[in-house]
């Protein structure tokens, strides 16, 4: 019977510690996912900092359409970000922007639009913004390709949109 218990109590250890490990392995892998907003076409790839939603907004409004006025800003912000690592009550961000025209000819290529002022307070309801502004030497009636990409300077983690703005004359 001696035998039979110290064999249940091997087997029964090696089982613990086998589940330790999947668990400690699973801790350590990224959390990774895409979203796409079917009325934008926008597309979000995020590693480690997940956001709850990624939207356009002009004006105070969130935008279902990408046919923005020659001229004018607006805003892509990811809502909600869960992930991002804090220092001393602080995180660390980065902001890229890329934009090129169909035939591929980059507009605009900001490395890092925060490098002034990448640190910020840990906030409950976390949300990053980018202003996109158009004008000059963007034209009307034209397609133009924006990459928006956030990462976490703390970090791995990154959230990157895609998304195409077409120019529209001022109704």
């Known amino acids: 019977m001696r035998i039979i218990h110290a064999k249940v109590s091997r087997?029964?250890?090696?089982?613990?510690?086998?589940?330790?490990?999947?668990?400690?392995?699973?801790?350590?892998?990224?959390?990774?996912?895409?979203?796409?907003d079917i009325n934008t076409g926008m597309v979000t790839h995020w590693t480690t900092t997940n956001p709850e939603s990624v939207v356009l907004m002009m004006n105070g409004e969130e935008l279902g359409h990408t046919d923005i006025p020659l001229g004018e800003s607006f805003q892509l912000v990811a809502k909600n970000i869960k992930g991002l690592?804090?220092?001393?009550?602080?995180?660390?961000v980065g902001c890229a922007l890329t934009i090129t025209d169909k035939s591929g000819k980059q507009l605009m290529n900001e490395a890092d639009l925060?490098?002034?002022?990448?640190?910020?307070?840990?906030?409950?309801?976390?949300?990053?913004?980018?202003?996109?502004?158009?004008?000059?030497?963007?034209?009307?009636?034209?397609?133009?390709?924006?990459?928006?990409?956030f990462w976490?300077?703390?970090?791995?983690?990154?959230?990157?949109?895609?998304?195409?703005?077409?120019?529209?004359?001022?109704?």
Request: hydrophobic content about 40%; glycine content about 4%; aromatic content about 10%.
């Open 152 to 171: 976490d300077k703390n970090n791995k983690g990154q959230i990157e949109s895609t998304f195409t703005i077409h120019m529209i004359d001022i109704p």
């Open 11 to 36: 087997v029964l250890l090696v089982l613990l510690l086998l589940l330790y490990f999947f668990l400690l392995a699973c801790s350590k892998l990224e959390s990774k996912g895409v979203m796409k």
């Open 114 to 149: 925060f490098a002034d002022h990448s640190e910020f307070d840990v906030a409950e309801d976390q949300f990053l913004r980018c202003t996109i502004n158009t004008g000059a030497p963007m034209q009307w009636e034209q397609d133009y390709n924006v990459l928006v990409r």
């Open 85 to 92: 690592t804090s220092r001393n009550g602080k995180i660390s």
